[in-house]
């Protein structure tokens, strides 16, 4: 069989039969990638202990007819802060979930990986008060890679300048200037305060998400409010985003 190198994000395991398993990859170039991993449930394999979400690895890959087969592992960084910690678990399995969900296998999206990268290594070290604005900032910044970048500085339905709007349409897909708000459907309010966070949020390098210093009720309504929008846009359930909301 064929091999190739594949340095990928592990998102996700599901068991296949009594002792494989299944590992949803996010490529280096933003590609999903499943591979079958054989025996890795039978006692001290390396490639069982390797293959863990939030790992990042460099693998040997073999074509197979459905599910490529993974030949060899080598770990890049485990995050093993993140995998032994509760709080930073429910802060990167928003990351890793939401991933799963919208990467496609064959198709391209050379952003994803450094994004999901970046994320992960801050999340591994930050103060837990600050999980939440990181969650934040990569749900806004991958949504606006998947194209659906909020509009927040003008009416995202008529284009006029809505420096002072407090409306906010997942749909229309950012603020509403008020005569639009009073027509368009799933309208929800958006304070100035959190409307100016998800802008701050959107430009911010990952390491520099802190600093924000966004107090917790604008950081509340902004996940509420990303949270809608994500739902409206992404097809598939987030369920990792929707624990957080409840519980992070
Ligand atoms: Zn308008």
Redesign the pocket.
């Known amino acids: 069989m064929p091999t190739y190198p594949l340095r990928a994000l592990v998102l996700r395991k599901t068991k296949l039969g009594e002792a494989d398993t299944i590992v949803t990859l996010l490529a280096e170039d933003g590609r999903q990638v499943r591979a079958v991993a054989k025996g890795v449930r039978r006692t001290r394999s390396k490639i069982g202990s390797r293959v863990e979400p939030y790992a990042v690895v460099d693998l040997l890959l073999a074509a197979g007819r459905n599910l490529e087969v993974v030949q060899e592992v080598q770990t890049i960084s485990t995050h093993e802060a993140i995998r032994s910690d509760y709080d930073r678990t429910a802060a990167a399995s928003v990351v890793v979930d939401f991933l799963d969900k919208v990467s496609v296998e064959g198709q391209v999206e050379p952003k994803t990986f450094p994004l999901a990268l970046a994320t992960l290594d801050v999340m591994e070290t930050a103060e837990p008060d600050d999980l939440r604005a990181l969650v934040l900032a990569f749900l806004v910044k991958a949504l606006a890679m998947q194209g659906y970048r909020p509009t927040l500085d003008s009416?995202a339905?008529?284009?006029?300048e809505?420096t002072d709007a407090t409306m906010f349409s997942a749909a229309a897909g950012g603020v509403?200037?008020s005569?639009?708000a009073r027509i368009a459907e799933g309208v929800m309010p958006l304070t100035c305060d959190a409307r100016l966070a998800m802008g701050a949020l959107l430009g911010a390098r990952m390491a520099d998400v802190a600093a924000l210093r966004i107090p917790r009720p604008v950081a509340d309504e902004v996940l509420r409010v990303l949270g809608v929008f994500a739902g409206y846009h992404i097809p598939a359930r987030l369920k990792a985003l929707e624990y957080f909301a409840r519980h992070g």
């Open positions: 009416c339905r008529c284009a006029c809505a509403l200037c005569e639009c």
